[in-house]
């Protein structure tokens, strides 16, 4: 089945960028599903930051928008984040997750985040 | 985006019910029947619990169950058990093509 696994550097440094790639395995990232990423800040619930379709079509929350991309490299079969201008509110555990997705006569259906990763811890700090 | 609203904390005897509730707006949880809802044990990742309101993927317990009336989703766990403990979120698709997750309910098993 379908896994994935986020790599990428565990410190960075205050108005840095944060870049962080979740690895696909046991599927093709070019499956009609969304590739998402999620974190969490210590001791503080769910934030979703956005997400790709294999086309490159994105989707950001409006909240990170202005720091965030996310791009696909179907070659390599995975997905990055790149944040910048970080500072400490950005310390979080990023996850990455699969958005279940089809198309059916020109509809879409979203059948939830299925799949995740194991999530990586990024601290802020100089 | 607001995050959705959702109880801090949730209690319960084994073998009881319980409801944890998720409001949203007619943007969010009550326009669209993508309310999914994930459960979270301590440092590890979230597990998908139910989709599209109501649906459970394959291995989730028929224990738990969901719906929605209006801009509020609800998670019930039946037969409450020890390993029900955890935090769970609601999530939802938005009017602006983004998802948005609920501020989280800690559930504890007495």
């Known amino acids: 089945q379908v896994q994935l696994q986020e790599s990428g550097p565990g410190l960075v440094k205050p108005s840095g960028t944060l870049s962080l790639t979740c690895a696909v395995s046991?599927?093709?990232?070019?499956?009609?599903?969304?590739w998402s990423w999620v974190r969490q800040p210590p001791g503080k619930g769910l934030e979703w930051i956005g997400e790709?379709?294999?086309?490159?079509?994105?989707n950001y929350n409006p909240s990170l928008k202005s720091r965030v991309t996310i791009s696909v490299d179907k070659s390599k079969n995975q997905f990055s984040l790149k944040l910048s201008s970080v500072t400490a509110a950005d310390t979080a555990v990023y996850y990455c997750?699969?958005?279940?997705?089809?198309?059916?006569?020109?509809?879409?259906?979203?059948?939830?985040?299925?799949?995740w990763g194991q999530g990586t811890t990024v601290t802020v700090s100089s | 985006q607001s995050a959705l609203t959702q109880p801090a904390s949730v209690s319960g005897s084994p073998g009881q019910s319980i409801t944890i509730s998720c409001t949203g707006t007619s943007s969010d949880v009550g326009g669209y029947n993508y309310v999914s809802w994930y459960q979270q044990h301590s440092g590890k990742a979230p597990k998908l619990m139910i989709y599209?309101?109501?649906n459970r993927p394959s291995g989730v317990s028929n224990r738990f169950s969901g719906s929605k009336s209006g801009n509020t989703a609800s998670l019930t766990i039946s037969g409450l058990q020890a390993e029900d403990e955890a935090d769970y979120y609601c999530?939802?698709?938005?009017?602006?093509?983004?998802?948005?997750f609920g501020t989280g309910t800690k559930v504890t098993v007495l």
């Open positions: 046991g599927g093709s990232i070019s499956s009609s599903n969304w």
């Open positions: 599209d309101v109501s």
């Open positions: 790709i379709y294999h086309s490159g079509s994105t």
């Open positions: 997750a699969r958005v279940n997705h089809e198309v059916v006569s020109a509809a879409n259906y979203y059948y939830g985040m299925d799949v």
């Open positions: 999530s939802s698709y938005t009017s602006s093509s983004t998802r948005v």
